[in-house]
């Protein structure tokens, strides 16, 4: 089965740090997400991207945050100077906006844990 | 914001059937229900949608209320691999459209 898959599993940075997590979505996808998870804390929407060009985002994704789909397979969200706050896991999902029905189906990948010290 | 209503957690026996609810009762005409699941901080993991009929996969079932203002979420034969957190989730159908996760039922299945 199809899936996303993202790296590293695990970082540790140094706050100030520049940080980039790396996703590479399901090959025939057209959007593509980015969510992050605070210990204890729920699930909560980044940006979605489509196009080359984002499509939402959220509150959270102030300046400090991007995203680039540097070529055809890889989706990168970068965090420039990362704060104590960032600790969290990042998921990346992807959807062809189509499913079943018609639906909008998201996958997601396995997540990839930023610890900031 | 979420525009749905779970219990914060339930119980289920190993091999019983697992029914969790969900209330919608501002659900839209053109809004789907999704069901996520997320076990132990994985990626969110997706089980079922439905319109207004119900629907039946290899994972479970969705029932929906023929007002549409509620669901339950049926595990026929939960295994103790089925314990995590379960999220209901109304959403437009449109392209690209974003998922809003509220905080879930953690559903505990013992043996």
């Known amino acids: 089965e199809p899936e996303v898959t993202q790296t590293p599993s695990h970082q540790v940075t140094q706050m100030g740090q520049e940080v980039i997590l790396r996703c590479v979505p399901i090959s025939n996808h057209l959007y593509f997400y980015w969510y992050r998870q605070i210990l204890g804390q729920k699930v909560e929407f980044l940006v979605s991207f489509y196009n080359n060009e984002i499509s939402e985002k959220s509150e959270i994704f102030d300046d400090q945050f991007s995203v680039e789909r540097p070529d055809g397979s890889n989706f990168t969200l970068k965090i420039r100077s990362t704060k104590l706050e960032d600790s969290a896991m990042y998921f990346c999902?992807?959807?062809?906006?189509?499913?079943?029905?018609?639906?909008?189906?998201?996958?997601f990948g396995a997540g990839s844990r930023l610890t900031v010290l | 914001d979420a525009k749905t209503t779970q219990p914060p957690s339930m119980d289920c026996a190993e091999g019983r059937a697992a029914n969790l609810p969900c209330n919608h009762s501002?659900?839209?005409?053109?809004?789907?229900v999704y069901w996520y699941r997320q076990i132990h901080s994985q990626g969110p993991q997706y089980i079922i949608h439905g319109l207004k009929n119900n629907e039946t996969n290899e994972m479970a079932s969705l029932i929906i209320t023929e007002d549409r203002k509620s669901s339950t979420l049926i595990l026929p034969h939960a295994t103790l691999r089925d314990t995590a957190v379960y999220y209901c989730?109304?959403?437009?159908?449109?392209?690209?459209?974003?998922?809003?996760f509220g905080a879930g039922t953690i559903l505990r299945v013992k043996s």
């Open positions: 989730i109304v959403m437009a159908w449109e392209y690209g459209n974003k998922l809003v």
């Open positions: 999902a992807s959807s062809d906006g189509l499913g079943p029905s018609g639906a909008n189906v998201l996958t």
């Open positions: 501002t659900i839209s005409g053109n809004e789907y």
